[in-house]
Each structure stands twice: as structure tokens, then as C-alpha cells.
């Protein structure tokens, strides 16, 4: 099996810029965790705040049931976390394709600076 150093040196050469896409990425994967802790916590905060005040209002006895309290945080929490790691991976994805020069708008895909749909006349 390959070594993992040996793998990514490997990359390096291939892709000049693949460590700061490594590290834009881990970078990436550690906000999605740190955003499914704060809206898993910020929604049991909350619902707390909510039941509370639910009784109060309406002073009934109505509570959110056991089950409620631990799977719909939870389940918030990784629907937060979804979308801030797919929003911080594309922007690393972009990134890297950036500092590649390869499909940007300084750069078409042809690579001779004239794309296939705008060929002009010499």
C-alpha cells in the first residue's frame, strides 16, 4: 500500500497548488463540524426557550416529546453543516482551479485563448 506522504508528494508535483487546496479543504470539513455543533446546540437552546414558553402561554402541559428533542437538532445541525462544507469545498474548488489557470474567465478550456463558440477571424 502506498504511503500517504509518498502519495502527496506526488500530487504536488503533478499540481503545483495541491497543498493549499489540502488545507483549504481540511479547512472546510472543520467549519462544517464546528457549524453542526453550534446549530445542533443553538437549536436545543431554542427549543428549550420554546417549550418554556409554549407552557406559559397557552398553559397547557404540551412538551415536545423525548425523540423531538434529540433527532430534530440533530438533524438541523447536519443540514447546516451540509451546506456551510458543500459552500467552503466549491469555493476551494474554485480556488484551486484559479491558481491552476484552468477554467476561469482569464483562461478558456482550449487554452489557446479562444473558446470554440467565439473563434475569430485573423
Known amino acids: 500500500m502506498n504511503d500517504l506522504n509518498q502519495v502527496t508528494k506526488d500530487a504536488e508535483k503533478k499540481f503545483p497548488h495541491y497543498g493549499e487546496y489540502a488545507r483549504c479543504q481540511s479547512k472546510a470539513q472543520m467549519t462544517g463540524v464546528v457549524s ?3 446549530a445542533g446546540a443553538t437549536a436545543v437552546i431554542l427549543q428549550e426557550f420554546g417549550n418554556q414558553h409554549i407552557k406559559t402561554f397557552f398553559k397547557s402541559q ?3 416529546p423525548p425523540k423531538a428533542r434529540i433527532v430534530a437538532p440533530m438533524l438541523f445541525g ?3 453543516a451540509y451546506y456551510v462544507t458543500m459552500k467552503q469545498s466549491k469555493n476551494c474548488q474554485y480556488m484551486w482551479m484559479a491558481m ?5 474567465a482569464l483562461s478558456n478550456i482550449n487554452g489557446n485563448g479562444i473558446g470554440e463558440n467565439n473563434k475569430q477571424s485573423v
Not at 491552476?100 to 476561469?104: D, L, R
Request: no cysteine; charged share 15%.
Open 78 to 80: 447536519a443540514a447546516v
Open 62 to 64: 404540551w412538551t415536545i
Open 100 to 104: 491552476e489557470g484552468k477554467h476561469t
Open 36 to 38: 453542526f455543533v453550534v
